[in-house]
Nanobody, 127 residues
Framework: QVQLVESGGGSVQVGDSLRLSCAAS????????MGWFRQAPGKEREFVAAISRSGSSTNYADSVKGRFTISRDTAKNAVSLQMNSLKPEDTAVYYC????????????????????WGQGTQVTVSS
C-alpha cells in the first residue's frame, strides 16, 4: 500500500513558477507509475502528467506540454511537478496518484489504473 502526500501549492501570478512535490510512503514506490491530475472548480478532474516506474517515459496533457515537467526520485520516494509559465487556467487542486505497473516503461493517462491518491494541493494563478 502507498500513501501519498502533496505539497508545494500556493497562490502565484501569471508567468510564475511552482514546484509540487508528492511524498510516498512504503517500500514499494518503485513498483508504481505516477501521475498528476487536477480539478478546477466546477470541472471534471483531468490528467496533467504521468511518469513510468523507471522515470524514462513521461506524458503530458496538451495544455501543459512545454511548461510542466514531471520527475521522480525513487531513492526519496517522491515525484515532482515543475510548473513554469503558469496561467490562470492552471488554477486547480492538484492530485498526485499512483498506479501499480508491471512494466518499467508504462505510464497511465486515465484515472482508472490509479489505485492511490493524495489529498490534493491548491494552486491559484492570478492575472
Amino acid at each position: 500500500q502507498v500513501q501519498l502526500v502533496e505539497s508545494g501549492g500556493g497562490s502565484v501570478q501569471v508567468g510564475d513558477s511552482l514546484r509540487l512535490s508528492c511524498a510516498a510512503s512504503g517500500r514499494t514506490f518503485s513498483r508504481y507509475a505516477m501521475g498528476w491530475f487536477r480539478q478546477a472548480p466546477g470541472k471534471e478532474r483531468e490528467f496533467v502528467a504521468a511518469i513510468s516506474r523507471s522515470g524514462s517515459s513521461t506524458n503530458y496533457a496538451d495544455s501543459v506540454k512545454g511548461r510542466f515537467t514531471i520527475s521522480r526520485d525513487t531513492a526519496k520516494n517522491a515525484v515532482s511537478l515543475q510548473m513554469n509559465s503558469l496561467k490562470p487556467e492552471d488554477t486547480a487542486v492538484y492530485y498526485c496518484a499512483g498506479a501499480a505497473a508491471t512494466m518499467y516503461s508504462t505510464y497511465y493517462t486515465r484515472e482508472g489504473p490509479y489505485n492511490y491518491w493524495g489529498q490534493g494541493t491548491q494552486v491559484t494563478v492570478s492575472s
